[in-house]
C-alpha cells in the first residue's frame, strides 16, 4: 500500500476549519442569540407559541456549540497527525543517511513530498447574516377594531360594565410580525449552514489528493478522517440548514394562522356593529315610550349577542390555536426523529 502525505495540507485544512469554526460558526451563533432569540412581543394568546420557539432556539444554539467544539478537536487531531507525519520525515531521513542505498528497504510505503499548500485553503466560509426588517402586525388592527367599535364601546361599557375593545386588544395584543421576524431569521441560518458544509467539502477536496491511503476500504487515518468529513460533517451542517428552512416554514405558517384569528374577531365585532348602529338609530329617533322602551331592550339583546359571539369566536379560535401549536411541536419533533443520525455528529463528547 503506498501512501502520499504532505503535512503542510493538514495543517492548512486545520487553519480552513478554525476560520470556519471562529468565523462563520461564531456569527451564527450571535445571529441566533440577537434575533432568534428575540420574543419581543410573543404575549397574550401569543405566549404558548414562546415553547416551541424557545426549543428551536435553544436546540439550534447546543448543535453550534456541539459543532464549534468538534471543529475543535478536528484541527488538533489534523496538527498532532501532521506533526507525527513531520517526525516519521525525521525519522527515515536519519536511517537513509545511516544505512545508505539500503533506505528503500526502510519504509517502502511512505513517500515525503515538499510542501505547496500556499493558498491552496479558504479562509472560512463566508458568512454575513442579514438582520431580519420587523413589522409589526398589530398597527392596522388596532386601528381597524378600534374604528370598527370604537363608537358603541362607550355605550356597551356604560350599559353593561364590559370593555369590549380592552378586552379585544387583550386577545390582540400578541404580536405575530414577530414570529415572522424569528422565522426570516432562521431563514438566514439556513444559508449560513449551508455556506460552513460546502467549505469543508471544498477544503476536504483540497486535501484528499495530498493525503493518500493507496486505495478505499483499507482503514488508514486518511480514509477515516475524509468519511468523517464527508459522510458526518458536511451532511451534520446540511441537516442543520434544512431544519432551519422548515422552521422558517412553520413560523410563517403560525403568523398566518395567527393573524386569520385575528382578523375574524374583527369581521364579527364589525358584523355586530353595523347592527347596534341600526338599533341606536331607532332608538334616538323614538318619539313614544313603548317603542323606546322596546328599541332599548332590542339594543340590549344585541349588546348580550355581541358579548356572547365574541366570546364564542375567541373559544373556537383559541382551541383551533392551540391545535396549530401542537401540530408546531410535532413537526418539531419529526424533523428531530428525520435528521437524528447526522445531528449526532454535533453531539460526541
Known amino acids: 500500500m503506498s501512501m502520499q502525505v504532505d503535512p503542510d495540507y493538514l495543517r492548512g485544512y486545520a487553519e480552513q476549519i478554525e476560520a470556519d469554526r471562529d468565523g462563520a460558526l461564531a456569527t451564527?451563533?450571535?445571529?441566533?442569540?440577537?434575533?432568534?432569540?428575540?420574543r419581543d412581543g410573543l404575549d397574550g394568546t401569543l405566549w404558548p407559541a414562546r415553547a416551541p420557539l424557545e426549543v428551536m432556539v435553544e436546540f439550534t444554539l447546543n448543535m453550534a456549540a456541539g459543532a464549534h467544539?468538534?471543529?475543535?478537536?478536528?484541527?488538533?487531531?489534523?496538527?498532532?497527525?501532521?506533526?507525527?507525519?513531520?517526525?516519521?520525515?525525521?525519522?527515515?531521513?536519519?536511517?537513509?543517511?545511516?544505512?545508505?542505498?539500503?533506505?528503500?528497504?526502510?519504509?517502502?510505503?511512505?513517500?515525503?513530498?515538499p510542501s505547496s499548500a500556499g493558498g491552496a485553503f479558504t479562509g472560512g466560509a463566508q458568512v454575513s447574516p442579514a438582520p431580519p426588517a420587523f413589522e409589526s402586525a398589530l398597527g392596522d388592527v388596532e386601528a381597524l377594531a378600534h374604528g370598527t367599535i370604537g363608537d358603541i364601546n362607550g355605550v356597551i361599557k356604560a350599559l353593561t360594565g364590559f370593555d369590549l375593545f380592552s378586552k379585544i386588544m387583550e386577545f390582540a395584543v400578541g404580536d405575530w410580525g414577530r414570529v415572522r421576524y424569528i422565522g426570516e431569521g432562521f431563514g438566514e441560518l439556513e444559508h449560513g449552514f449551508r455556506a460552513i458544509s460546502r467549505d469543508l467539502a471544498q477544503g476536504m477536496d483540497v486535501l484528499a489528493p495530498h493525503w493518500t491511503s493507496g486505495g478505499h476500504h483499507s482503514g488508514s487515518p486518511a480514509e477515516l478522517f475524509e468519511e468523517t468529513i464527508r459522510q458526518r460533517w458536511v451532511p451534520g451542517f446540511d441537516a442543520l440548514a434544512q431544519g432551519c428552512n422548515a422552521f422558517q416554514q412553520e413560523c410563517e405558517a403560525l403568523a398566518q394562522s395567527y393573524g386569520y384569528i385575528i382578523g375574524s374577531l374583527v369581521f364579527v365585532t364589525n358584523f355586530y356593529e353595523k347592527k347596534i348602529r341600526r338599533v341606536l338609530a331607532l332608538l334616538l329617533s323614538a318619539t313614544d315610550w313603548r317603542k323606546y322602551l322596546g328599541t332599548f331592550f332590542r339594543l340590549v339583546k344585541e349588546l348580550w349577542d355581541v358579548l356572547v359571539g365574541t366570546a364564542k369566536l375567541i373559544w373556537e379560535q383559541t382551541v383551533m390555536w392551540k391545535e396549530q401549536i401542537e401540530f408546531m411541536c410535532t413537526s418539531l419533533a419529526h424533523m428531530y426523529k428525520i435528521f437524528r443520525g447526522d445531528f449526532e455528529v454535533f453531539q460526541q463528547g
Open 28 to 38: 451564527l451563533q450571535q445571529f441566533c442569540r440577537e434575533h432568534c432569540d428575540n
Open 69 to 113: 467544539a468538534g471543529m475543535s478537536s478536528l484541527a488538533y487531531n489534523l496538527r498532532y497527525s501532521a506533526g507525527l507525519y513531520d517526525r516519521a520525515e525525521q525519522a527515515n531521513t536519519a536511517t537513509m543517511e545511516t544505512v545508505g542505498q539500503r533506505w528503500a528497504t526502510v519504509d517502502e510505503s511512505w513517500e515525503a513530498h
